[in-house]
């Protein structure tokens, strides 16, 4: 079975709706590592919608799991990664008026900025990961910008209207999985996994990391955050929730 990163930033969001302290994006990493998560994803944006600088910092004195950083790479946003120094930084793409990350980066459209970005991140000994669509083209400039793994984007199978469309996304990171293995990379994934649909991506061939966030967050507003995350583990490993 994949590794689970939990993904805390909406709970991040819920406590910058009021401004206020609470809910605590620390807490809900603590009680995350105690329902079994193997890692802590965090996105620091640079318009700091949710996660904010003092989180980061917090985490990282405070998580005992793999702590996975994405950002984008902007240099201001990288000089932060560098001085926190997480287990991971994922490079993905950032538009300020963006709702959620909408697509995958754009690694042959920019493979010197991405080469540097990497190279920066390696010297300091801090692994990379490249958040890419399930396209073996970009798979492929990934390989070479240096990247150590690569998340697939797995929106567009979230998203599929139909059943034949389900499938036909879901080749395409079947597809793209297989060149991440035949580049020798780490293979992750995530982006709208749920309790009903992460199960054929969490059986595909190498699949290394799944990165969820929103879905467990929504489900633990009704069964609690450590029950949220031991199911979607459970989820990962058998067909999709039943009850």
């Known amino acids: 079975m994949p590794r689970l990163g939990v993904n805390i930033d909406h709970v991040a969001t819920i406590r910058q709706a009021r401004g206020g302290h609470e809910p605590d994006p620390i807490w809900a990493a603590t ?12 996105h ?19 998580v005992h799991v793999r702590l996975n950083l ?21 490079f993905v793409p950032e538009r300020r008026a963006e709702l959620t990350t909408e697509g995958g980066l754009d690694v042959l459209g920019q493979r010197e900025r991405v080469a540097a970005a990497v190279g920066r991140c390696l010297e300091a000994g801090i692994g990379v990961s490249l ?3 399930p ?3 970009q798979v492929e400039a990934s390989a070479q910008a240096g990247a150590q793994a690569v998340e697939l984007h797995t929106g567009r199978y979230a998203d599929a209207p139909t059943e034949q469309a389900v499938q ?4 395409a990171l079947r597809v793209a999985s297989a060149t991440v293995l035949q580049h020798g990379l780490k293979l992750h994934a995530g982006h709208g996994l749920n309790y009903q649909n992460v199960y054929p991506v969490a059986k595909i061939q190498g ?17 609690g955050f450590e029950k949220a995350v031991r199911e979607m583990k459970q989820c990962m490993n058998e067909h999709a929730l039943r009850t």
């Open 31 to 42: 009680l995350a590592e105690l329902a079994g998560a193997d890692g802590i994803t965090v």
């Open 44 to 62: 620091l944006r640079e318009d700091r919608r949710h996660i904010q600088d003092r989180d980061l910092r917090l985490l990282k004195q405070t």
């Open 70 to 90: 994405e950002l984008s790479l902007d240099p201001s946003m990288i000089e932060i990664a560098l001085e926190v120094a997480p287990y991971q930084i994922t």
């Open 131 to 133: 958040f890419i669509d």
């Open 135 to 137: 396209d073996p083209a």
């Open 168 to 171: 036909e996304e879901l080749n």
């Open 207 to 223: 699949m290394d990391e799944l990165n969820i966030g929103h879905s467990i967050i929504s489900r633990a507003i009704f069964v």
